[in-house]
């Protein structure tokens, strides 16, 4: 199986630096105009009320962080691990760093700035030693030992930004009931196949074992409509929610590179857990998933349908609501 995300696409614009400010991103910043993405889902709401990720946990198994920006790095947990015993061979392929930038960059008024940029990553790199023609590659059976590492570490929140063709097998399932029955919610890419249904393993959504601790993520551009490569909602549609997947901008070092792929829709809804989380310590993860959900914003035909879920990811109504 694969990593979710479409790859690089471009390079953009050259690191310009900015001022930061202690109580949240600026919208006015360069370092907040370049993460569009904050603006297309309301995270405003989130720092406006002070929160910031602080002190929650995501866990993100792929194939590791270690070729990420100081601004994400800052922020990796020193618990992070590799499943794969006596590894030889470096990180080849940034797709676990360019993932976390998006969910977690930290606030520095560089470059660009996570979701949830004072949340805690903990990096489970679980990919297979050589990957696929140099790409991201897992076997379950490594997925299935980063999940319940990422439960045994106190994860709230665990990604899974990958696709594959069919189910994951016995040892899979179990790893992953252990995790949801741990209390964690996972977050998984929806696909870039332009399928009617997610691919696996976001499928286990309607798996009465996991329900309503999946959010399946698919993928919208700039202008907030789902991407003609994502795949839709289809029958996952109740645990189904999109977010900004097209032209994201990750990796600011020298420059920023621009990516696309449901992976990095991961990002953006791990880290609006992650916020809503620290908001709400008092619910569980169920219940945190299940507020997000219901407070997307409506898209496509009126209520849940078959193409965008439950809507567009939207942390303004989150919040909103609960005042």
């Given at each position: 199986?694969?990593?979710?995300?479409?790859?690089?696409?471009?390079?953009?614009?050259?690191?310009?630096?900015?001022?930061?400010?202690?109580?949240?991103?600026?919208?006015?910043?360069?370092?907040?105009?370049?993460?569009?993405?904050?603006?297309?889902?309301?995270a405003r709401?989130?720092?406006?009320?002070?929160?910031?990720?602080?002190?929650?946990?995501?866990?993100?198994?792929?194939?590791?962080?270690?070729?990420?920006?100081?601004?994400?790095?800052?922020?990796?947990?020193?618990?992070?691990?590799?499943?794969?015993?006596?590894?030889?061979?470096?990180?080849?392929?940034?797709?676990?760093?360019?993932?976390?930038?998006?969910?977690?960059?930290?606030?520095?008024?560089?470059?660009?700035?996570?979701?949830?940029?004072?949340?805690?990553?903990?990096?489970?790199?679980?990919?297979?030693?050589?990957?696929?023609?140099?790409?991201?590659?897992?076997?379950?059976?490594?997925?299935?030992?980063?999940?319940?590492?990422?439960?045994?570490?106190?994860?709230?929140?665990?990604?899974?930004?990958?696709?594959?063709?069919?189910?994951?097998?016995?040892?899979?399932?179990?790893?992953?009931?252990?995790?949801?029955?741990?209390?964690?919610?996972?977050?998984?890419?929806?696909?870039?196949?332009?399928?009617?249904?997610?691919?696996?393993?976001?499928?286990?959504?309607?798996?009465?074992?996991?329900?309503?601790?999946?959010?399946?993520?698919?993928?919208?551009?700039?202008?907030?409509?789902?991407?003609s490569w994502?795949?839709?909602?289809?029958?996952?549609?109740?645990?189904?929610?999109?977010?900004?997947?097209?032209?994201?901008?990750?990796?600011?070092?020298?420059?920023?590179?621009?990516?696309?792929?449901?992976?990095?829709?991961?990002?953006?809804?791990?880290?609006?857990?992650?916020?809503?989380?620290?908001?709400?310590?008092?619910?569980?993860?169920?219940?945190?998933?299940?507020?997000?959900?219901?407070?997307?914003?409506?898209?496509?035909?009126?209520?849940?349908?078959?193409?965008?879920?439950?809507?567009?990811?939207?942390?303004?109504?989150?919040?909103a609501a609960?005042?």
């Amino acid at each position: 199986m694969r990593g979710a995300g479409l790859g690089l696409l471009a390079v953009l614009a050259a690191w310009l630096p900015a001022a930061a400010d202690a109580r949240g991103p600026r919208t006015n910043s360069d370092e907040y105009k370049k993460s569009w993405g904050l603006e297309a889902i309301g995270a405003r709401a989130a720092y406006e009320a002070g929160f910031t990720g602080k002190g929650v946990t995501v866990a993100i198994v792929d194939c590791g962080v270690a070729r990420a920006q100081r601004e994400v790095l800052r922020n990796v947990s020193r618990r992070s691990t590799d499943v794969v015993p006596d590894r030889r061979l470096p990180i080849s392929d940034p797709h676990g760093a360019y993932t976390a930038a998006p969910l977690a960059a930290a606030l520095n008024g560089r470059g660009m700035v996570g979701v949830a940029y004072n949340a805690t990553v903990l990096a489970v790199r679980a990919d297979v030693e050589g990957g696929l023609f140099g790409r991201c590659a897992f076997k379950p059976s490594d997925l299935a030992r980063g999940l319940d590492y990422a439960a045994s570490q106190g994860a709230r929140v665990v990604v899974l930004p990958l696709q594959h063709g069919k189910p994951l097998g016995d040892p899979f399932e179990a790893a992953l009931k252990r995790t949801v029955d741990a209390g964690v919610v996972v977050v998984i890419a929806a696909g870039n196949r332009n399928g009617p249904d997610p691919s696996w393993p976001a499928m286990y959504a309607v798996d009465p074992r996991f329900s309503g601790a999946i959010v399946v993520a698919g993928a919208t551009g700039y202008y907030g409509e789902l991407t003609s490569w994502s795949n839709r909602a289809g029958q996952v549609k109740p645990w189904y929610v999109a977010a900004p997947g097209e032209w994201v901008l990750t990796d600011c070092k020298a420059k920023c590179a621009l990516v696309s792929g449901t992976s990095f829709s991961t990002s953006y809804v791990a880290g609006g857990l992650a916020l809503m989380m620290e908001a709400w310590p008092q619910l569980s993860g169920r219940e945190v998933a299940a507020r997000l959900l219901a407070t997307a914003r409506d898209a496509g035909d009126a209520g849940v349908d078959d193409v965008y879920g439950r809507g567009v990811l939207n942390l303004g109504g989150a919040f909103a609501a609960a005042e």
